[in-house]
């Protein structure tokens, strides 16, 4: 499997039979120009989209014809099985932000989990429903989203082998979030790369990888 970040919330999954999964797609130039990530040009078999603000739901900009997913439930395309499951983008049952679907992927023999932009640290009903997952996507920026210290929790909460850290602050993010760094601070096992993409196999998952920080492809 390959695991390519944009940027923001938007990861490109590419699995072994070369099925490519677009989450988040943004809008390049969001709120002003805030979000600066250039435009997404891959042309993907699944796209979804945890909830729709303009830094997440940019579907009509991605070239050719993905079958979109932005709701909970469960899917099967391609051999790839998607499950979507409702959660909030706050710790106010969506009061203040609405809804966020958390989504999760089974292919090649590895389940992945892209939280969306969660605002909450998770209940025991989702963390059941969510189940045993292998490689997870988490916002750690807050604000907007859980920051470090949720973020931790949530990966404790789920303990996957692998984990990439997104919606954060960088050169390319004006919006008021926090860098990495916060999340990082006292964690061990993290490989900061100076690569956008990251390549692994199930044999690989079962030492445990760590954190992994990958560099925005665009």
Not at 38 to 66: C, F, M, R, W
């Amino acid at each position: 499997m390959k695991i390519t970040w944009y940027g923001h919330a938007s990861f490109l999954i590419t699995t072994a039979k070369g099925i490519k999964i677009i989450t988040d797609p943004y809008e390049p130039g969001a709120f002003g120009g805030e979000l600066q990530y250039g435009p997404i040009s891959d042309e993907a078999d699944i796209v979804t989209v945890s909830h729709d603000h303009a830094d997440h739901n940019y579907v009509q900009g991605l070239p050719g014809k993905p079958q979109v997913i932005k709701g909970a439930g469960r899917h099967e395309i391609k051999g790839v099985v998607v499950e979507g499951f409702s959660a909030f983008h706050d710790a106010s049952q969506g009061s203040q932000r609405g809804a966020n679907i958390i989504f999760t992927f089974l292919t090649d023999d590895i389940r992945v989990c892209h939280l969306g932009d969660l605002g909450h640290v998770l209940s025991d009903n989702d963390i059941k429903n969510i189940g045993q997952i292998d490689v997870l996507m988490v916002p750690v920026g807050g604000a907007f989203t859980i920051g470090a210290k949720e973020a931790s929790t949530v990966v404790g909460q789920l303990r996957p082998k692998l984990i990439f850290p997104m919606h954060l602050k960088t050169a390319k993010c004006n919006i008021p979030i926090e860098p990495v760094d916060t999340f990082l601070q006292g964690k061990k096992d993290v490989q900061r790369l100076d690569e956008s993409s990251f390549i692994f196999t199930k044999e690989d998952l079962k030492t445990g990888l760590g954190i992994v920080v990958l560099q925005p492809a665009l």
